[in-house]
């Protein structure tokens, strides 16, 4: 929700006292509502994000149809479509450790934090069921991430893009300098670059429920807890970096008229 916005204040301004009295008992139900709807909008979201991305790995790996690069960007493009879709209802979270960076640097309440992960948990189990469920996928065509090579290497990796992934949301997302209608499209070219880097490495996950989802449905848990920690140090310290960069609440505009290189000779006393 937009902080001061105009309508807030004319809805506001529209209800009189009496209408605070009577409708005191609704309060708490109309939180309930908006917190369904978010929740709702979550696990859509990690349902169609889990289904499209990882059904491009099992499809490749049972068809060999759709190519490395062309999994790398379903995976940007179904992450930037899904934020379009239900970014402005529940944030487009669809990340354990998203939701949990964002409350621990107050851009979340930490009371709707649980029921957030348990919605991206379940969207991703599901997803995962359905294309079990759809697809003759066995232990060879494993849609999760599985570590190739010693699991420090995929562990520091998960940690680094999912530094980037965090940095670029914190950017775009929490920042009111930036150019937010560009959200969907930075975090969907920002997974797709990462996926380009570490798929071959890790699998690049980046989100604890990417990885448990297809986890859960078929047995599969190598490597599993570096899926878990990876993501949630990475968007921590990606978090944290882009709070110690974001160094006043000034608008661009103003920084850059007081920076005087940037300044043209005309305006030089």
């Known amino acids: 929700m937009s902080k001061g916005s105009g309508a807030d204040i004319r809805e506001h301004s529209e209800n009189s006292p009496d209408d605070h009295v009577d409708m005191g008992g609704c309060c708490a139900s109309t939180e309930v509502v908006s917190l369904t709807q978010k929740v709702i909008a979550e696990v859509i979201g990690t349902y169609f994000v889990i289904f499209a991305g990882c059904g491009s790995v099992a499809v490749n790996k049972i068809y060999g149809s759709v190519t490395f690069p ?72 494993f849609f999760g991430t599985v570590p190739t090579g010693p699991n420090v290497r995929s562990l520091v990796i998960e940690i680094i893009i999912s530094f980037l992934l965090m940095f670029v949301i914190s950017g775009v997302a929490t920042d009111n300098r930036s150019v937010g209608e560009l959200a969907g499209i930075a975090v969907g070219m920002t997974i797709m670059l990462n996926v380009f880097v570490a798929g071959p490495v890790s699998g690049a996950s980046m989100n604890p429920a ?60």
Request: aromatic fraction near 12%; include cysteine.
């Open 210 to 269: 990417r990885s448990i989802g297809p986890a859960v449905t078929m047995h599969i848990y190598k490597g599993l807890w570096l899926y878990i920690v990876g993501p949630f140090v990475g968007t921590i310290l990606g978090g944290f970096a882009y709070n110690l960069i974001r160094a006043t609440d000034k608008p661009l505009a103003e920084l850059t008229n007081s920076v005087s290189f940037l300044k043209r000779p005309s305006e030089e006393v």
């Open 70 to 141: 062309g999994i790398c960007v379903v995976w940007g493009l179904i992450v930037m479509v899904m934020v379009y879709s239900v970014g402005h209802i529940s944030g487009a979270h669809f990340n354990p450790a998203v939701t949990v960076t964002f409350a621990i640097f107050r851009h979340f309440p930490y009371k709707q934090v649980p029921m957030y992960i348990v919605a991206q948990l379940l969207g991703s189990i599901l997803a995962s069921g359905t294309l079990c469920l759809l697809l003759d996928v066995d232990s060879k065509s």
